[in-house]
T-cell receptor, first 110, second 115 residues
Framework: QKEVEQNSGPLSVPEGAIASLNCTYSDRGSQSFFWYRQYSGKSPELIMSIYSNGDKEDGRFTAQLNKASQYVSLLIRDSQPSDSATYLCAVGDSNYQLIWGAGTKLIIKP | EAQVTQNPRYLITVTGKKLTVTCSQNMNHEYMSWYRQDPGLGLRQIYYSMNVEVTDKGDVPEGYKVSRKEKRNFPLILESPSPNQTSLYFC??????????????FGAGTRLSVL
């Protein structure tokens, strides 16, 4: 059974600090990795994708991928109250399907 | 505007009464998918379609049917709904399969309650 694991949280971070979200996956053949943000009662929206080992930065967001350790993370710098949401990690597996983590709830405290 | 449209947004029904949730996309996407989301379980794929007339089971297909007669539409059918199908449902589409580095777009969701 292919799995994507995330800490459910909630993760509480002060406004202006760095929020660090983590995700591990079981399928070594996975090639694509995504972070989605989901506000309560809303649909997921893509915020970052990463395909190669290393870091990828987009504004306040940085995705980090380590395929050897089967680990992907998302850093949010200068956290804002509007970043409070559930963050879903999704991994494209070797069968060309997306496997989803259960999500980490992030709370940014003003 | 590029979008995935689901209807209805909210639905309350009774056990055994057949229902259909519609999904339509205007982006000429080949790949479409249905998910259900339950607290603590994340998104679980029900069915997906790689193109017209091509559908396949996801992780939790029992109790559901789909069809893909046209590229833009991918309805989800519950022939005989049961209370364990009470959930939040999302339709999604992407240009091609997800590992082709294509973004997956989601509909607004359908909250279904089966009494």
């Amino acid at each position: 059974q292919k799995e994507v694991e995330q800490n459910s949280g909630p993760l509480s971070v002060p406004e202006g600090a760095i929020a660090s979200l983590n995700c591990t996956y079981s399928d070594r053949g996975s090639q694509s990795f995504f972070w989605y943000r989901q506000y309560s009662g809303k649909s997921p929206e893509l915020i970052m994708s990463i395909y190669s080992n290393g870091d990828k930065e987009d504004g306040r967001f940085t995705a980090q991928l380590n395929k050897a350790s089967q680990y992907v993370s998302l850093l949010i710098r200068d956290s804002q109250p509007s970043d409070s949401a559930t963050y879903l990690c999704a991994v494209g597996d070797s069968n060309y399907q997306l496997i989803w983590g259960a999500g980490t709830k992030l709370i940014i405290k003003p | 505007e590029a979008q995935v449209t689901q209807n209805p947004r909210y639905l309350i029904t009774v056990t055994g009464k057949k229902l259909t949730v519609t999904c339509s996309q205007n982006m000429n996407h080949e790949y479409m998918s249905w998910y259900r989301q339950d607290p603590g379980l994340g998104l679980r794929q029900i069915y997906y379609s790689m193109n017209v007339e091509v559908t396949d089971k996801g992780d939790v297909p029992e109790g559901y049917k789909v069809s893909r007669k046209e590229k833009r539409n991918f309805p989800l059918i519950l022939e005989s709904p049961s209370p364990n199908q009470t959930s939040l449902y999302f339709c999604a589409s992407s240009l091609r399969s997800v590992t082709a580095k294509n973004i997956q777009y989601f509909g607004a969701g359908t909250r279904l309650s089966v009494l």
